[in-house]
DNA sequence: TTGAAAGCGCTAACAT
DNA sequence: ATGTTAGCGCTTTCAA
């Protein structure tokens, strides 16, 4: 049997007889022979596959993040992907789940604090865009300079009513972008209107809804300028306040965060935080890489990038 | 080891002495104790994990896809995700990786005909979009239908010169679209004037680089409308037909298939065929779960819808 | 009620 | 150069 394990992988080196090794390969390819590649892994030690927990498969940060690990770890490893039937934020359920797949390493995408809270670290992990202070190897996102770079963009431009549409506030990332924004706003002697988004789940309707529901509330308050805790939320408000016969930016200015690629091309195209969801997966790839040749851990800090658009413009003269 | 397997299983019916039964359960937790899911499924014989090979995961096409197929699946299978690295299309290479993971099942997506030509079944297999004479479960997405949709609709309108971005035009989907679409117009005395998109990749700039090179020839044969292969080629060309100058409709229509959720925002908002992407998913999923208990291979069909929007107009009078 | 032993598909060390 | 054996982490007989 030793004789067909080497062919299969062509590790003999000249040790198989030629004759052997040519009935070998046409036993092979007759029965059509697939190595069971976890089988493998079992006795090597080595498992072939590293596991990924997204909230979200539908949102195509999600895609261009996994594009990237993808990208990195190349044929090494194969990808085995978590993500919680309801779309959207995940419990230690399925991270569980996910250890127990036989894997080499594990990256978690933005997972809620509490899942975080009942982490424990079985493989080499890679922790995107949370925080803990375990010993686990981490990509911060600068969700608060992403925060103040959005903040300064809108005071600079006379905005000093802003409303808010958040989502999932007890999400560390979620609140970090309301509070860097709002703390620049307020620096500005202007003020900050929260209305929480109640889903869980993200999608256009989700940010049409709120819109309504909130309009009135950023109304009264004097609301010129509004940001959206993530761009597919964004679109839902510009398209139900267009509807609603305002412009955008000249009644209203729009922005939020992420920079999927659509936000180029929505109409007027939206002001937005670029999250660098592509350089994010490099990353995570890398360090768990890293961590799983090395058996070492580190953080390392990705920073977002200010895309002006023609949704924001210059407050109005007059309230 | 057995009385392990069993309190970890929860299928001690009773048989394990409860002393025994709590060290164990200390043991577990406090070892933090994750069971091997491959070992036990090498045992069992019933691997845990189908696998999905896609050609993209950028696409959010692929992303409304696997929502389907993950909310079918829920917590019986878990996901080997196997996309090539050059974004786009993959060969019988990536396809044989995944036959090597331990799996119940396979789902291939869109598989370019070539690869499904050296394609031999090892395992349930149910095939997404494309055709084989094998006995292997299908989900056939009627694109012929689509193109027909598209065509009656653009003929409706009154346009007979009619612009086509092709996209791989050796694979059946798409070849499929362009001569479903060209009879129609062709049977109302129009003609199709095919420009095939030169790359495998598929994204915006794509559309535009495409619209720039095939413009000069489109409009000297008349064109008033262009029809993408994708959504993602039709925003490149309304963004670039609309910074040359032209209004959509007025001047030009464009329309697509696929309507992934943004081509309801783009604007002017898409006219395009949707393909179903998440009901696919969802009938992919059930036709393998199917396959895998009662070992019959299926087929079954999805007709797409079109979505008629703003992007598709009236010919105008004159030329 | 519990433990010992065989075996799932493979690889690596060893014996022939 | 080739065959035999042990063992990866688990489950399932079967014996104690």
Avoid at 166 to 179: G, H, I, N, Q, V
Avoid at 236 to 246: D, L, N, P, V, Y
Wanted: aromatic share 6%; proline share 5%.
């Amino acid at each position: 049997m030793s004789a067909v394990s080497l062919v299969v992988r062509n590790r003999d080196g000249g040790r198989i007889n030629g004759d052997l090794k040519a009935r070998i390969q046409k036993a092979v390819s007759d029965l059509d022979y697939r190595p069971n590649s976890f089988a493998r892994s079992l006795v090597s030690q080595l498992p072939s596959s590293i596991s990924v927990v997204v909230p979200s498969i539908r949102n195509p940060f999600f895609g261009e993040m996994l594009e990237g690990i993808l990208q990195v770890i190349g044929t090494r490893f194969t990808i085995q992907l978590h993500v919680p039937s309801e779309d959207m934020d995940y419990g230690i359920d399925i991270v569980r789940a996910a250890q127990e797949d036989n894997i080499a390493g594990l990256i978690l995408a933005t997972p809620p604090q509490t899942t975080l809270d009942s982490f424990r670290q079985t493989c080499p992990t890679v922790i995107l865009d949370a925080y803990t202070a375990m010993d686990v190897s981490r990509i911060e996102l600068n969700v608060v300079l992403a925060g103040h770079q959005l903040g300064r963009h809108l005071v600079e431009l006379g905005h000093r009513s802003v409303g808010y549409l958040d989502f999932l506030p007890d999400k560390a990332t979620f609140s970090c972008r309301r509070e860097a924004l709002g703390a620049v706003v307020r620096q500005a002697g202007g003020a900050l209107h929260n209305a929480p988004a109640p889903a869980e789940y993200l999608d256009i309707e989700q940010g049409e809804a709120a819109f309504s529901r909130s309009w009135p509330l950023w109304e009264a308050a004097g609301v010129t300028a509004i940001v959206a805790a993530d761009d597919i939320l964004a679109y839902g408000i510009m398209k139900r306040a267009q509807e609603m016969g305002m412009t955008i930016p000249d009644r209203l200015s729009v922005a939020s965060f992420n920079d999927i690629p659509f936000s180029a091309l929505v109409s007027p195209a939206l002001t937005t935080v670029d999250l660098r969801a592509h350089e994010l997966g490099l990353q995570a790839a890398r360090v768990l890489l890293d961590a799983i040749a090395r058996e070492v851990s580190s953080v390392c800090t990705v920073d977002p990038e200010l895309r002006v658009r023609r949704s924001t413009g210059s407050r109005r003269a007059g309230p």
